[in-house]
Structure formats: C-alpha cells, structure tokens
C-alpha cells in the first residue's frame, strides 16, 4: 500500500505564492506518474499537473506559466509550487500516484488533500 500526505495548504491572497508538497511512504517502487488534483466546491475533481517517472510534466491550461510540479526521488516528495494564485484556485488540493501494469490497468492512491484558500 501506498500512503501520501499533502502538507502545505494555507490562505493566500491573490497575486501571492505558496508550495505544496506531498510525502510518499509505503511500497512506492514502480509509481509510473505522479500528480496534483483539486476539487472546489460544488465542481468535480480536475487535473492541476503531472509529472512521469521519466519527468514528462503535463498542466491544465489554467495554471500554465503560473504552476510548477517536480519530484525529489531521494526524498520520496512530489511539490507544486503555485505563483501568482487567482481565487479561482481556491480548492482542496490532492496528491496522486499511479502503478501502471499494463496499457490499460492501474492502481491508482490518493491523500487526504491539503485546503488552498486564495482571497481577493
């Protein structure tokens, strides 16, 4: 099993920064991507960003140029570094990790999600 936990949440006002940053622990060999999700009230969970075992990072189009997502394997912690935050950002934030078996099974794990609260 895998166990992740999102640290790194706060209240921001608009224009400002913060940086997120999730703990993998358990049997994470073999995690192929890894990625941050949010859901803000009243809306479906939706993507933020990904990054591949291999470092292919991917972004929703509304946090391009504004977002960062990296990894540190020696530490087994996956970040995303958020600037220039908007209030539509506010949302509960989500760590995910993904072993894929084959080219269409996988184990997904989730964390408990870290509260991201941007005024304006």
């Known amino acids: 099993q895998v166990q992740l936990v999102e640290s790194g949440g706060d209240l921001v006002q608009a224009g400002g920064s913060l940086r997120l940053s999730c703990a993998a622990s358990g049997s994470i060999f073999s995690i192929n991507s890894m990625g941050w999700y949010r859901q803000a009230p009243g809306k479906q969970r939706e993507m933020v960003a990904t990054?591949?075992?291999?470092?292919?990072?991917t972004y929703a189009d509304s946090v391009k140029g504004r977002f960062t997502i990296s990894r540190d394997n020696a530490k087994n912690t996956m970040y995303l570094q958020m600037n220039s935050l908007k209030p539509e950002d506010t949302a509960v934030y989500y760590c995910?990790?993904?072993?894929?078996?084959?080219?269409?099974?996988?184990?997904?794990?989730w964390g408990q999600g870290t509260q991201v609260t941007v005024s304006s």
């Open positions: 995910n990790a993904r072993r894929t078996y084959t080219a269409i099974t996988y184990t997904s794990y």
């Open positions: 990054i591949t075992s291999g470092g292919t990072t």
